[in-house]
Structure formats: C-alpha cells, structure tokens
C-alpha cells in the first residue's frame, strides 16, 4: 500500500490569530498523521498584549506577559524565523537565515497569513530616531528601563533646562494602548521617585497626546470622559486634538508648533499594514488581505487569513472587523474549522462573532470597562478587567505567576531595578585560527568583513576540486559584493593564519552604503575593479609572491 502525501499546513505568524489558529488545528485534528501542521514566527512565545503596560511599572514580572508557543501548541512545528516572501503560485515561504546564513524555504498545501501590523513612522521626520514604539515585550522593556535611567539622571543633574527635560514623559496615542501606557508610567515614575531624594514629584511632567476631542473613541462617551477625568486628577497632562508632528533629540514637535522638551517619548499611534502583505498579488482593502465568510483569500484557494492583516466584513455591520486580540483568537478558531472541514471534505461556517466588550486599565486600581451593555469604572471595572484577562492568559503557570505578582503589587513599592541591555550598534569583532571558515560559498551576505590582522583567502568551490582566487592581509575587506547585489556568496572565506576581523552587519552596511556617498563610491569603484578583466594581469599576494591566478572576471565576491 502506498503511503498518502502528508497534507502540510503553514501558519505564518506568531499572534493570537495564528496561535490559536494552530491550537485548534491540533484539538481538532487529535494527531491525524495524514496533516502536518506548522507554525512560522520571529519569536518563540506568544505576547499577551493586554498586560504589557503593566511591565512598566513591574506590576507584573517580564516573562509573565508571555507563554511559549511549542507548549500551547506542542505537536506543531515551530520555526523561529521572519518570513521574507511568501510565492502563491509555487506554494512556498522563503524565511530569514539562521546561525547559517542561507534562507529557508518552506512548501504547503494551506497558508494561513496571520501577521500582524508593523510599526511605522512615515511622515513624522525623527520618530523613527527619536521615538520608542510600544507594540512588543522588548518595547515594554526598554521604556522601563530608559524611566529607570532617566530618573538616574534627573537625580544627579544640576542643570534645570535638561532636568526639566529628563524628568518629562511624552506618551503620544489617546487610544487602549496609549492610555494604558501613560497610566501605568506616570504611576511608576510617580511611585519611583520617592526613591530618590533629590527629585521632588511635583517636578515630574506626564504628558498624553491624542488627535481626537476626547480619549479612548473606542468607549462610550461617559466612560471615555471618566478616564480623561481621573487621569488629569493624577496629574496627567492631556493635550486633545493636538498631534505628534516631528521629534528631536531634546524635544517632542505638535502639530500646533509647540516643542515639549522631553528625553523620553514614547508612540503607540496605530501600525502601518504589513509590507509582507503589500507584496501579495491577492486583493486587499487599505492593506489588509480580503477574505470571504470561511475567512478564504479571493481566488487563491488554500490561502487563509485572520488578524491585524485580514479584512473579515461584520456580516451585520458591514463593517470591517476591528483588529483585536479577542476577534483575532475567535477568527482562528473559525478558520481552523474550516480549514478541517475543507481538508475532509465537510461543509464550512461563515466567521460570526460580536466583542463581548471592551475594558481599559488605568492604573493604581482603576479602570473602565463596557461589558455586554453594562458600563462600569473605577475599582469594579479594574477587579473585573484583572479577573477576565487572569482567565484569558494562556497557561496555568502564567497565571498562577500573574496572580502572584499582582498580590505582591498590592503590599510592596515598585521595584526600580534597571537592566541595561545594550543595543547593537551593527559593528563587531571575530576572531578565527588557521584554517577555520568565515562563510560558505552559497551562504547569504550578512555582514562586511574587514581584516584587521592575519591572512584570509578567497576560494572557488567545484564539483571536485576548489580554485584559490585571492588571499587578503591587513586593511582589505571582502563580502561587499553579496550585500550591495543582494545574491549568495560566490566564494568561500577561510582563515589562513590566525586572524581578526572587523564586521559590519547587513543593515549597518547598508545605512552607510546609502547616506555615505564617498563610502558608497568607494565600494562602488572596488566592485568595479573586482569585476574588470584581469588579462595580463597579476595579483601580488601578501609576502611579495605573485598569483597566477588573478581574482578573475564574475568570481570576486569575497
């Protein structure tokens, strides 16, 4: 008896939509060994959004947000990649390079897209520079401890001007994620400086931007205005109808012209599409993937979508559904069920399902929240809101964590504790001995090396024997040509002696590639002269001994 092809299922994205998704794929499908089912995310855990603010303040503990998604989902497959392109036609998903730099390539029968948005400044000169985005765990993070460090600062800093600046937090974004943001800082560097002596309170300055009449649009009215209320009782400063135009290093620029000096501004404004999606020959509404009733894509079937990145028509609004993580989760549900019935031949379900409600977390026990028609703020809500998203986290032992964590919040004062994570600056060092490979021939162009001492030499890999092209000594560098052409490595780079090297990474090597024009001219006449004819011509090794084999036409990528 032949064996049947195993029906492969590819989930890209890591989301609530694509977790579930691939949850219910596996309660449904109870180790069916004719389907193979897998998951492609750039990370290894699952975020539960709606408690990341509380990382701010450490109300609750860092890695209690999240839930590794090989336990929710155990007998999927997990690659921990980003996908770099996605081929309808030939049914296949290129990802990124691992600790190997070459690609990987991943074939389906059913695609499942569930990516989510990206964060996106276009239009808005230095908030990319200048700006922190608040969409992710390393966001939520890094916003703490830069808090932690501006407070350092401000206690030790006897120049009033940037004092004032140090001790300014600009949040810009009036809905859920903004003010959830601004609630929980201004409690925390509230909260915090009573552990520094030389900063008075009344000094700290929270600012909230939103473009709109009145925060939280979301909301009903009277809960909206209940929020505005109590935020500005607790001394934040909301600026209505007023947006973020621009940034600087030493200030936040509104649209009305004011500067706000500040060193700590943070955007949660919403994300751009995904530009994964863009690239799609599929139909799409406002860069979002159109899809049918059974959550199908239009004319590609075994194409499914959910999430930030699918337009999924309310069939009794006619609206499209809103992007959040309670439509996300019962979307892949749906999908997944119909993904089945489609793979056993059984009839499929519309997509139908009404949010519940809505609730909005504002720090130090408060909160308001529109449940099923009912409308509560203040302790209430917070108890409720605290309760069901409990309920809601994946994982017992998350929760049983979070429940702990939120029980010490209640009796200790915020801990101010700061990790200094460096960031990368795109430079670094490597060290080889003798006879050791940099990179492969074939491998993808990561990163520009430069010789800083030793001897590296250049070989043509054949089917039976390899062609010494080049050695290289101190001061010479090599692998430019895949990074600016953007093909695999041509050449593979080995160590002769024991060497140093210099590298820059692909996305460092590109910014000074593109706003370096004398270094940009530079590798441009080195490739040049790489790529020229070389008759008659002879190389000196290092050591004085010429080559007989010039580094010839098409074979100088190092």
């Known amino acids: 008896m032949m064996n049947q092809k195993r029906a492969r299922v590819l989930i890209v994205g890591g989301g609530f939509g694509g977790v579930y998704t691939a949850i219910t794929l596996e309660k449904l499908l109870r180790n069916d060994p004719s389907v193979e089912v897998g998951l492609i995310s750039k990370e290894n855990y699952l975020v539960f959004q709606p408690m990341l603010p509380e990382v701010i303040s450490g109300s609750i503990g860092i890695l209690d947000t999240i839930a590794p998604i090989r336990r929710l989902c155990p007998n999927t497959n997990l690659y921990t990649r980003e996908v770099e392109s996605i081929d309808l036609k030939n049914k296949t998903v290129t990802t990124s390079a691992g600790f190997r730099p070459r690609p990987y390539q991943l074939e389906y029968d059913h695609l499942v897209i569930a990516v989510g948005n990206i964060t996106s400044f276009v239009g808005q000169p230095g908030l990319a520079e200048h700006a922190m985005p608040f969409k992710y765990l390393g966001d939520a993070l890094v916003l703490r401890n830069h808090t932690i460090h501006a407070l350092e600062e401000a206690d030790i800093e006897s120049d009033p001007e940037l004092r004032r600046a140090l001790l300014t937090f600009v949040v810009a974004g009036g809905g859920f994620s903004g003010v959830e943001a601004v609630a929980e800082l201004n409690d925390f560097v509230r909260a915090g400086a009573r552990s520094f002596r030389r900063i008075d309170p009344t000094e700290i300055r929270v600012v909230l931007l939103h473009a709109g009449p009145l925060i939280l649009p979301e909301l009903p009215e009277n809960l909206a205005q209940f929020a505005q209320n109590l935020l500005q009782r607790r001394g934040v400063d909301i600026r209505l109808d007023t947006r973020l135009a621009a940034a600087t290093a030493e200030s936040a620029i509104l649209s009305n ?42 004319d590609y079937p075994g194409v499914w979508a959910v999430g930030d990145c699918a337009w999924i028509v309310d069939d009794k609004t006619g609206q499209p559904c809103a992007p959040t993580a309670q439509h996300a989760i019962r979307e892949g549900v749906c999908l997944a069920r119909n993904l089945v019935a489609t793979l056993r031949g059984e009839p499929k379900r519309a997509f139908a399902f009404q949010a519940r409600g809505k609730l909005a977390g504002l720090g130090h026990r408060s909160a308001v929240a529109d449940i099923l028609g009912f409308k509560l703020s203040g302790f209430v809500a917070w108890f409720l809101w605290r309760v069901i998203y409990l309920m809601k986290l994946p994982g017992f032992d998350r929760k049983l964590r979070v429940a702990t964590d939120w029980f010490l919040d209640l009796v200790l004062p915020p801990d101010i504790v700061q990790l200094k ?138």
């Open 257 to 298: 012209g004011e500067r706000i000096p500040t060193k700590t501004l943070v955007s949660t404004v919403p994300g751009a599409p995904n530009p994964l999606v863009a690239a799609l020959p599929c139909k799409n509404q406002r860069g979002r993937i159109v899809v049918n009733e059974f959550l199908e894509v239009l």
């Open 421 to 558: 994570i460096e960031k990368s600056v795109g430079f670094g060092r490597e060290h080889f001995e003798p006879r050791e490979v940099i990179f492969r021939q074939g491998d993808r162009g990561d990163r520009l090396y430069i010789v800083v001492d030793g001897e590296v030499e250049m070989v043509k890999e054949g089917p039976q024997s390899e062609q010494l092209l080049a050695r290289l000594g101190a001061g010479e560098c090599f692998g430019e040509m895949a990074l600016v052409n953007d093909n695999p490595r041509m050449a593979t780079a080995r160590s002769v002696t024991s060497v140093n090297l210099l590298t820059v990474d692909r996305n460092g090597f590109h910014a000074l590639f593109a706003y370096h024009p004398p270094l940009r001219r530079m590798f441009q006449q080195l490739i040049e002269q790489r790529l020229r004819p070389a008759a008659g011509a002879e190389r000196l090794e290092p050591g004085g001994e010429a080559s007989e084999e010039p580094y010839p036409p098409n074979k100088r990528e190092r």
